[in-house]
């Protein structure tokens, strides 16, 4: 079964540092590309980074882009986003999610709530 846990969400304040983690169990992570979302209260889910399997980032939304980066350790079956200068409005939900590209089948994690404060 194929599970995606993320963590590192809570409060924050406005100006710091959000770093968030993915667990995947239950696949060849490796062959996978991992992407993470955002889905503000009463908005659509926003796509802001994703990266290769081979570890290639790219597709930042131009609301992160600049003061985000992401990652992965595939020895770990984790991926990593990390977002500087948080700003209040960087409040919503973050999904980690998980695609094969051989398929297209998508897995998404539950999700975790971010909540920037000033």
């Known amino acids: 079964q194929v599970q995606l846990v993320e963590s590192g969400g809570g409060v924050v304040q406005a100006g710091g540092t959000l770093r968030l983690s993915c667990r995947v169990s239950g696949t060849s992570f490796n062959t996978m590309a991992m992407g993470w979302y955002r889905q503000p209260a009463g908005k659509q889910r926003e796509l802001l980074a994703v990266?290769?399997?081979?570890?290639?980032?790219?597709r930042y939304a131009d609301s992160v882009k600049g003061r985000c980066a992401i990652s992965r350790d595939n020895a770990a079956n984790m991926a990593y986003f990390q977002l500087d200068d948080l700003k209040l409005e960087d409040t919503a939900t973050y999904y980690c999610n998980m695609e094969n590209p051989r398929t297209g089948v998508a897995y998404w994690g539950q999700g975790t709530q971010v909540i920037v404060s000033s």
């Open positions: 990266i290769t399997s081979g570890g290639t980032a790219g």
